[in-house]
């Protein structure tokens, strides 16, 4: 039923409905703090079309404002008025590692978590003429010596997600940075460094290419497209690791906007045209409402931070 239908009986039973005239009575903003064609973006718009279809009457417009490695448009979604109108796209990067290397006007406090709609999965994996094959391999070769691991920049998700496995198995690896993923990748495939962590879609391609063997996966389970892969939990390793893409708000707005926010973002992952969209997209859809995407966020975070002051990489970028 559309809000104006909804008005017109609750007032011809003389029910107060300040809240669907109130809201939201105007488009709603999507501050997406990358670049227009990432998966963030991407993502973030089929989530603008999703609202549009299954609510009536309301409107959503993405704006993109990148810079600074996510943190330019997270900070303005922080500093924004709170009336629930300006929200942003709650990337791992920006929120709960940018902080901690500088260059960070916000924390992770400075917001509210509306939800978690889509989750990108980590892969660890063997290179071309790599020493080990096999998660067990890896392990007990890094116990000697310390296998290069290429990431996509020193500080980044990828990087802090390897350094973060080592702490946890207790074991050393050398970080080698590179300009990008796709130059990591370049490297993993040539041979010139020993792992990387990568997406299931690229280690899917690469490893029936030849030229990756997935060691194991990020999750607390298997996954569809590596069945034969392990995670590091069934291993022993109490360490999951992947990014997301969820709404953040301003903290502060008000209660009953932030529920209808969130009972949105549960209405979309739960579209199963959302769902098909979003999974022919690479992406795997999950829902978590506000408090367990919090939690989440704060769980990264904290590891984020033990992981860069172990590697004298905090507050870097000040």
Same mark, same amino acid.
């Given at each position: 039923?559309?809000?104006?239908?909804?008005? @017109?009986? &609750?007032?011809?039973? +003389?029910?107060?409905?300040? *809240?669907? /005239?109130?809201? =939201?009575?105007?488009? !709603?903003?999507? #501050?997406?703090?990358?670049?227009?064609?990432?998966?963030?973006?991407?993502?973030?718009?089929?989530?603008?079309?999703?609202?549009?279809?299954?609510?009536?009457?309301?409107?959503?417009?993405?704006?993109?404002?990148?810079?600074?490695?996510?943190?330019?448009?997270?900070?303005?979604? @922080?500093? &924004?008025?709170?009336? +629930?109108?300006?929200?942003? *796209?709650? /990337?791992?990067? =920006?929120?709960?590692? !940018?902080?901690? #290397?500088?260059?960070?006007?916000?924390?992770?406090?400075?917001?509210?978590?509306?939800?978690?709609?889509?989750?990108?999965?980590?892969?660890?994996?063997?290179?071309?003429?790599?020493?080990?094959?096999?998660?067990?391999?890896?392990?007990?070769?890094?116990?000697?010596?310390?296998?290069?691991?290429?990431?996509?920049?020193?500080?980044?998700?990828?990087?802090?997600?390897?350094?973060?496995?080592?702490?946890?198995?207790?074991?050393?690896?050398?970080?080698?940075?590179?300009?990008?993923?796709?130059?990591?990748?370049?490297?993993?495939?040539?041979?010139?460094?020993?792992?990387?962590?990568?997406?299931?879609?690229?280690?899917?391609?690469?490893?029936?290419?030849?030229?990756?063997?997935?060691?194991?996966?990020?999750?607390?389970?298997?996954?569809?497209?590596?069945?034969?892969?392990?995670?590091?939990?069934?291993?022993?390793?109490?360490?999951?690791?992947?990014?997301?893409?969820?709404?953040?708000?301003?903290?502060?707005?008000?209660?009953?906007?932030?529920?209808?926010?969130?009972?949105?973002?549960?209405?979309?992952?739960?579209?199963?045209?959302?769902?098909?969209?979003?999974?022919?997209?690479?992406?795997?859809?999950?829902?978590?409402?506000?408090?367990?995407?919090?939690?989440?966020?704060?769980?990264?975070?904290?590891?984020?931070?033990?992981?860069?002051?172990?590697?004298?990489?905090?507050?870097?970028?000040?």
């Amino acid at each position: 039923m559309s809000k104006s239908k909804l008005l @017109a009986v &609750a007032l011809l039973v +003389g029910v107060s409905t300040p *809240a669907l /005239a109130e809201f =939201p009575e105007r488009p !709603l903003q999507v #501050v997406v703090p990358y670049s227009a064609g990432g998966s963030t973006d991407l993502g973030m718009r089929v989530v603008a079309d999703t609202i549009e279809r299954k609510f009536d009457g309301v409107r959503v417009v993405v704006r993109n404002q990148p810079g600074g490695g996510g943190g330019i448009g997270t900070s303005a979604v @922080a500093h &924004a008025r709170p009336d +629930g109108y300006t929200l942003g *796209a709650g /990337a791992q990067g =920006p929120i709960a590692i !940018l902080p901690h #290397v500088g260059g960070a006007d916000y924390t992770v406090d400075d917001f509210e978590f509306v939800g978690l709609f889509a989750r990108s999965l980590q892969v660890m994996v063997a290179c071309k003429d790599a020493p080990f094959s096999d998660y067990d391999g890896f392990v007990e070769y890094a116990k000697s010596k310390m296998p290069q691991v290429g990431n996509s920049g020193a500080g980044g998700a990828n990087h802090v997600s390897a350094e973060a496995f080592a702490k946890a198995a207790g074991i050393k690896i050398t970080s080698v940075p590179f300009g990008g993923s796709s130059e990591a990748r370049t490297a993993c495939i040539g041979g010139h460094i020993d792992a990387m962590v990568a997406s299931p879609a690229e280690a899917k391609a690469a490893s029936e290419a030849g030229q990756m063997t997935p060691l194991f996966v990020m999750e607390d389970e298997r996954i569809d497209l590596f069945p034969d892969t392990p995670t590091a939990v069934e291993k022993g390793v109490d360490f999951t690791w992947s990014s997301y893409k969820g709404l953040i708000a301003p903290k502060g707005i008000p209660e009953a906007d932030l529920a209808w926010l969130r009972d949105a973002v549960k209405a979309v992952a739960e579209d199963p045209q959302f769902i098909e969209k979003m999974t022919e997209m690479g992406e795997f859809v999950t829902y978590e409402d506000g408090p367990t995407f919090e939690a989440r966020v704060k769980k990264d975070s904290k590891m984020a931070e033990e992981v860069l002051s172990d590697l004298g990489l905090l507050g870097m970028n000040k």
